[in-house]
C-alpha cells in the first residue's frame, strides 16, 4: 500500500495562551516537541511512503533539523500553510499532484493529520489507510463521555438533549482515495467553500461516498487547551511504562 501523509500544522494556538512567535507544536511531551511525536508516528507507520508537512514559514528550518537529526526520512515536503486549515491542506494537495505529474506515481490514499495529534499510534495509521482504500474514506472517532444538547435558539439556555448513542467525536488522520481527496479540495476551492474537516468535505461534495468509521481510544487528544499537555504527558509516560 501507498499512503501519502499530509499533516497540518499552521495554527496559530491561541487557546494555548502561548506568548507571541512560540507554536503549540514545539511545546514537549517526553522531552520531544508535539511535531516530533506526530512525524515519527507517520514514519514508523508501514503503509505511508511520505510526508508532507504543512506550517508557517518561520518553523521550516527548525522542522527540517528536526527531521534530519531524527532520521524522518519519510518527510519529502514543507509547504507553507494557507489562512485556513483547508488551505494549508489544500497546498500540499497541490504539491503533491505536481510530485505526481512529474513521477507518475499515485498514491493509493492520502491521510490527513492534525500536527497537534501527537499520540495517534503506527498500527492505527496503518488500519485508517487499508479500510480509507478498501471503502474510499475512513475517518477514525470516539463516543463522547458527556451528555451533549443543543443550545437554544436565544442562545443562553439549553434546548434539545442529543442521543449521545448516535453520536461520535471526530479525530485524525482521516483517509480517503487519493482521486477523492483532490477532487473535493478542487471543487470547494472553485466554489470558496470551507468546513471543518476533510470528511465534511466529501460530505458536501460526493454525499453518496460512505465514510467508514473507526473507533479509536482516547489517547489521541489533540492539544489545543494548555491542560492538554498535562493529559498527552501522563498518556505518553503509560505507554513507555507498558513498553518497558
Known amino acids: 500500500m501507498n ?33 516530533y511525536h506526530t512525524l515519527k508516528a507517520f514514519q514508523d507507520a508501514r503503509a505511508v511512503s511520505a510526508i508532507y508537512i504543512a506550517t508557517k514559514e518561520e518553523n521550516r528550518v527548525t522542522f527540517e533539523k528536526m527531521a534530519v537529526l531524527a532520521g524522518f526520512s519519510k518527510l519529502k515536503a514543507i509547504i507553507e500553510g494557507g489562512k485556513e486549515r483547508q488551505d494549508s491542506v489544500n497546498n500540499c494537495i497541490k504539491a503533491i499532484e505536481r510530485e505526481r505529474h512529474m513521477t507518475g506515481v499515485v498514491a493509493d490514499t492520502i491521510l490527513v493529520h492534525d500536527g497537534a495529534r501527537p499520540l495517534i499510534r503506527p498500527e492505527e495509521i496503518d488500519e485508517i489507510s487499508h479500510l480509507s482504500l478498501l471503502f474510499g474514506a475512513c475517518v477514525p472517532a470516539t463516543r463522547p463521555k458527556d451528555t451533549i444538547k443543543f443550545i437554544g435558539s ?41 468546513a471543518t474537516d476533510d470528511a465534511a468535505l466529501v460530505e458536501r461534495f460526493f454525499p453518496e461516498q460512505l465514510i467508514k468509521i473507526l473507533e479509536t481510544g482516547y489517547h489521541n487528544i489533540k492539544i489545543t487547551t494548555p491542560e492538554d499537555i498535562c493529559v498527552a504527558e501522563a498518556i505518553y509516560q503509560q505507554r513507555i511504562s507498558v513498553k518497558k
Do not use: N
Not at 10 to 20: E, H, V, Y
Not at 159 to 175: A, F, H, N
Open 154 to 194: 436565544d442562545l443562553q439556555f439549553f434546548g434539545e438533549t442529543l442521543d449521545r448513542s448516535r453520536l461520535l467525536q471526530v479525530q485524525t488522520p482521516q483517509g480517503f482515495r487519493s482521486e477523492l481527496l483532490v477532487q473535493v479540495h478542487e471543487q470547494a476551492e472553485l466554489e470558496g467553500w470551507y
Open 3 to 35: 499512503a501519502i501523509a499530509i499533516i497540518a500544522a499552521s495554527g496559530i494556538g491561541k487557546r494555548m495562551q502561548l506568548k507571541d512567535g512560540m507554536s503549540k507544536q514545539m511545546l514537549e511531551i517526553g522531552g520531544y516537541p508535539v511535531i
